[in-house]
Each structure stands twice: as structure tokens, then as C-alpha cells.
């Protein structure tokens, strides 16, 4: 999905369900993100596993800014929609490291 479609979705959904849904569902899909960069992580073949603490340290640099995204929406500094392209942005960067140098 691109960008454009990402926020139309989330614009949809908002318009649907409400905001508290759509930010339970943001969430439940960030989660999802987590697991499923992790799981990559193991699925590769043996070379890669020597690797293995660079990815690490992504994802918990990764998970780490969601925490704090998450903390400044509950402090209201920042909208549910910002909070969903802050993280969509910190998963691709880590994404495209790992394609360069991972």
C-alpha cells in the first residue's frame, strides 16, 4: 500500500467507526508489524542469523519510537493520524536500512 491509500483507509476508518476504534486497530497493527519483523528475522537462512543483533537493535530502536509516538498522542501533542505516519515512517526507514546494509 502507498501512502495514499494508507491515509484513506485511516480516513475511512475514522469516518466508520470513530476514532478510539481506529486507533485500537492502528495499534493491533502496529503489534502485528513487531511480530511480524520479527518472525522475518529468524526466517532467513543461516548467513543472516550473524547478523541477527543489528536487526535486533532496529527493532527495538523501532519499537521504541512507537512508545514514544504513543506517549505523545496520550498527551494530545500529536493526532491519531500523525501517530500512524510516524510509525509507518519508522518501519520503512528500518526497512530500507536493512535492504542497504542488513
Known amino acids: 500500500m502507498d501512502r495514499t491509500t494508507i491515509k484513506q483507509l485511516i480516513s475511512r476508518l475514522t469516518a466508520h467507526f470513530g476514532i478510539m476504534y481506529t486507533m485500537h486497530v492502528l495499534d493491533q497493527l502496529n503489534n502485528l508489524g513487531f511480530q511480524q519483523a520479527i518472525q522475518a528475522t529468524i526466517s532467513f537462512r543461516i548467513y543472516d542469523l ?11 530502536d523501532a519499537r ?6 504513543k506517549k505523545h498522542h496520550c ?7 500523525e501517530k500512524l505516519h510516524q510509525l509507518i515512517e ?6 530500507e536500512y536493512l535492504k542497504h546494509y542488513g
Open 75 to 81: 498527551y494530545g501533542n500529536v493526532h491519531a493520524i
Open 50 to 60: 550473524l547478523i541477527t543483533p543489528s536487526k535486533s537493535w532496529l527493532i527495538q
Open 90 to 95: 519508522t518501519w520503512y526507514a528500518r526497512n
Open 64 to 69: 521504541q519510537q512507537g512508545y514514544i509516538s
